[in-house]
């Protein structure tokens, strides 16, 4: 179908059914791009004769996909003698099915509410039996264990942060910790290196999670960004003893405000902060910080001692050589918190995980979603002049 042809098809059914006909416009868009899709897996066009023909179109396979918008019945080209699958069916629905599998465990297990029920029948549309559930779960699950466990390679840049979220353990609801590691390429591109499901932030813990990713192979790195916990920090210095660490100057900013004792004093002393963030070099940001001990020696005294210890922790990067662009986006691990806020709303409408292995399922889907998008985008960190 010609886009123009297609455009005017698209419009057409919209223009004359508003929003009830989203579910055949989308039905529409879906099946021509499976087409072209098609197309370009067997290097020919539809009825073309051609030396460079990988293989045969083979017709197509009804499927009904539920969405949010409702059934969509799709046709799915096929093709005679090879593995084809599109993958705009395979995008962006491992974490909408950890979803429904989460919600489906709560219900078959009793646990569920009038709430539960009907958001599953939403995300569904369907009647869900223990068996279906666990032949879904089990599917992607595979795809999910096979991601965590993909070799590595160098990293020159890793960034680590936590979240946490209610998982019941036997018969207690505990508040577990999602460790999680994003690093960036030596092209600058950014990717979801793992995550772990752990039952808090203790040394031992991002110790395993960290030793993890070397045995996978993660070499090169030339800096960690993560904020300042305890365990974080003895694990890193034994993995990563000899890798420079920058504290996240966002975390450092907040912690700072615990250490004011007036209120008033507060929004100057966050713009002072900046401003010895924003410095142009190492010399300049230690300049400024003797400047503000000094100044708060007197009327401030926790603020001071607590400044001239913990603020040069955020001053790593000035060390590194790099440009003003590269330096401001690894100062923090923001970036990553971005990527927790995304968790935090796909994972709201499940209050409590009925298992540790539904919460690995849900966040590794998603995980993995995320890092797929990012490999289509330009590179986080730029190496060009």
């Not at 059934?71 to 099915?97: M, T």
């Not at 800096?223 to 920090?233: A, E, I, R, T």
Request: net charge positive.
């Amino acid at each position: 179908m010609e886009n123009n042809t297609l455009s005017n098809e698209l419009m057409e059914i919209i223009h004359s059914n508003g929003l009830e006909g989203l579910p055949q416009a989308i039905t529409i868009m879906l099946n021509e791009a499976m087409k072209a899709e098609r197309s370009h897996y067997l290097n020919c066009a539809p009825y073309e004769r051609t030396q460079e023909r990988q293989d045969y179109a083979n017709g197509y396979k009804p499927k009904t996909l539920n969405s949010r918008v409702g059934a969509l019945e799709l046709s799915v080209p096929q093709v005679r003698s090879s593995n084809f699958y599109p993958s705009c069916l395979e995008k962006g629905q491992r974490s909408e099915q950890a979803l429904c599998i989460a919600m489906s465990e709560m219900y078959i297990q009793g646990v569920s509410t009038r709430k539960v029920t009907k958001v599953l029948e939403q995300l569904t549309g369907l009647q869900v039996s223990s068996t279906q559930v666990s032949e879904a779960a089990k599917k992607l699950d595979e795809h999910i264990k096979a991601w965590r466990e993909r070799p590595l390679g160098q990293f020159k840049y890793l960034i680590l942060d936590a979240r946490y979220q209610k998982v019941r353990i036997g018969n207690q609801v505990t508040d577990t910790a999602i460790l999680i590691a994003l690093g960036i390429d030596p092209q600058g591109k950014r990717e979801i290196l793992g995550f772990s499901v752990a039952l808090s932030e203790a040394e031992v813990h991002w110790r395993e999670f960290l030793q993890s990713l070397v045995e996978r192979g993660l070499h090169g790195v030339e800096l960690v960004v993560s904020d300042d916990h305890s365990g974080l920090k003895a694990a890193r210095k034994t993995v990563l003893p000899s890798v420079p660490w920058q504290r996240c100057q966002f975390h450092l900013q907040q912690n700072a405000g615990h250490y004011v004792s007036k209120q008033k004093n507060k929004p100057l002393i966050a713009q002072e902060i900046r401003q010895i963030f924003n410095a142009p070099n190492f010399e300049e940001a230690m300049r400024l910080l003797k400047l503000m001990i000094q100044r708060y020696q007197d009327s401030e005294p926790k603020l001071a001692n607590w400044m001239e210890e913990n603020i040069p922790e955020g001053l790593t990067i000035f060390n590194l050589g790099l440009n003003d662009f590269n330096r401001k986006r690894l100062r923090t691990s923001n970036v990553l918190e971005r990527v927790n806020q995304k968790i935090k709303a796909r994972t709201r409408q499940i209050k409590i995980f009925p298992n540790i292995a539904s919460c690995e399922r849900l966040v590794g889907a998603l995980l993995m979603e995320i890092s797929e998008d990012w490999m289509d985008m330009k590179p986080y960190i730029s190496f060009k002049d």
